[in-house]
C-alpha cells in the first residue's frame, strides 16, 4: 500500500478554497457534468447532497505508456463524506492496475483568514505482482499530477504555498 500526504497554505477563506474544490452545477448544466484539466477529466454522475456527499463521479487521468492503457487510467469514486468548507472523503477503485483508493481533503481555515489544505491518499493494487512491480511508478506518477492540479486549481482562490 502506498500512502501520499501533500498540505498547502491558500490566502483564501475555507469558502473560497472549498468552491474552487467543488464548484456548483449550474442549473441549466449538462448530465453527466463534466470537468476537464489538463491531465484528465472528470464525469459527475451524480451530485450528492448539498455538501457533496453521495457524489458519483468517474475519472481518466495520465498513467505511464508502459501500463499498455494508452496511457489513460480510469476510477471509478464515490463521496463518502462530506462537510461543507472542512472535509471530503472518497474511496475509487481504478484501472489498468485495479486498485483501491481512499481519501481524502481537509480545510483548515486559520485565524488571519488563510486556509490550510490537506490532501491524502493511499493506493493499494489488489495483484501482488503489479504491487510489487509497478505500484510505487503509477502512484508516484498519479501523485504528482494530484499535485499539479490542486496547485493549479487552487490558484483560483488566491496564493498557494506548499508546507509539505
Not at 32 to 53: K, N, S, Y
Not at 59 to 79: D, H, I, M, N, Q
Not at 101 to 118: M, R
Amino acid at each position: 500500500m502506498r500512502s501520499y500526504t501533500v498540505r498547502f497554505a491558500v490566502e483564501a477563506p475555507a469558502r473560497k478554497v472549498w468552491r474552487v474544490l467543488h464548484p456548483k452545477p449550474a442549473p441549466d448544466a449538462p448530465r453527466p457534468r463534466v470537468l476537464e484539466w489538463p491531465t484528465g477529466r472528470m464525469e459527475i454522475l451524480t451530485e450528492g447532497d448539498e455538501a457533496g456527499e453521495g457524489l458519483v463521479r468517474t475519472c481518466v487521468f495520465e498513467v505511464p505508456k508502459y501500463l499498455l492503457s494508452g496511457g489513460k487510467g480510469r476510477s471509478w469514486e464515490t463521496v463518502t463524506e462530506a462537510k461543507i468548507d472542512k472535509l471530503s472523503r472518497y474511496v475509487a477503485i481504478g484501472k489498468p492496475l485495479w486498485s483501491r483508493a481512499e481519501g481524502y481533503h481537509e480545510l483548515e481555515e486559520q485565524p488571519d483568514g488563510t486556509t490550510v489544505l490537506t490532501f491524502h491518499e493511499t493506493y493499494h493494487a489488489y495483484n501482488p505482482v503489479l504491487r510489487i512491480l509497478l505500484e510505487r511508478l503509477v502512484h508516484a506518477k498519479i501523485s504528482r499530477d494530484n499535485l499539479a492540479t490542486y496547485e493549479h486549481a487552487l490558484g483560483y482562490a488566491g496564493r498557494v504555498r506548499r508546507l509539505t
